[in-house]
């Protein structure tokens, strides 16, 4: 179906390695140092929402890094009535940083696609998130060798869905649009950027969500095996 295709691009969070599980792990750590008296499930089912409003108005450029950062949690325990100062949530935001990248699960089938893709394309990462944090995810995961290229939005300047990092990731592969498939879980930054781009997308959803764009999509990593 892509047999003139030469490179892939993929988005690294959310779908290779798996965020929601990885911050699960690094907010545990925090809690049991810090002695809070709250459900991390509770927590979580707040936060992994918030978290996600947040990136895509970050992805937008409607907020700030730090604003980011402070606010995905502050909403959490304002939502929890849970007291907390705001040094205290600025200490957690750096703690978090520190232990989220501790915790390397990537999602189930993620080092067989990648040992099954790496023969017949060159692979490459496109991320909107930080150097230090995603070089540190990628290394720890021990996936780094797979790739050929990291592209994140602090080396290209612009986030996704914006087509300047899309830009700068295909020149850093020296990859042409149409050798080139983008593969992602936010259907704002990764399918649509890459679509108005003008390259191919394939739509990692995993949680079955409805869009209104005929464009390829899988529910499991190993799916991408039947198409490429």
Do not use: C
């Not at 925090?30 to 991390?40: A, C, E, N, V």
């Not at 232990?99 to 390397?104: D, G, K, S, T, V």
């Not at 997308?201 to 209104?212: C, G, H, L, P, V």
């Amino acid at each position: 179906m892509y047999h003139h295709k030469k490179h892939l691009f993929f988005d690294l969070d959310h779908t290779l390695w798996d965020f929601d599980k990885n911050s699960g792990f690094a907010f545990e750590t925090i809690f049991k140092k810090q002695g809070f008296d709250i459900s991390l499930q509770d927590f979580l089912s707040i936060y992994i929402p918030r978290n996600q409003h947040y990136w895509k108005l970050y992805q937008v450029n409607q907020i700030s890094h730090e604003d980011l950062r402070y606010y995905r949690l502050k909403d959490v325990f304002d939502t929890l009535n849970y007291k907390i100062s705001d040094e205290v949530i600025h200490q957690l935001s750096e703690d978090y940083i520190t232990y989220l990248p501790e915790n390397n699960h990537l999602f189930d089938g993620a080092i067989e696609l990648l040992d099954y893709l790496k023969p017949k394309y060159q692979l490459h990462i496109i991320t909107n998130g930080f150097s230090e944090v995603q070089n540190k995810k990628i290394s720890n995961s021990k996936i780094g060798h797979y790739f050929e290229t990291v592209t994140n939005s602090e080396l290209a300047g612009q986030k996704k869905p914006n087509s300047i990092i899309f830009d700068y990731a295909l020149k850093s592969a020296k990859a042409s649009k149409e050798e080139s498939i983008m593969i992602g879980d936010s259907f704002e930054a990764d399918i649509l950027g890459a679509l108005d781009f003008g390259m191919d997308a394939i739509f990692f959803n995993e949680n079955k969500t409805k869009i209104n764009r005929d464009v390829y999509q899988v529910n499991h990593l190993l799916e991408l095996k039947n198409i490429l």
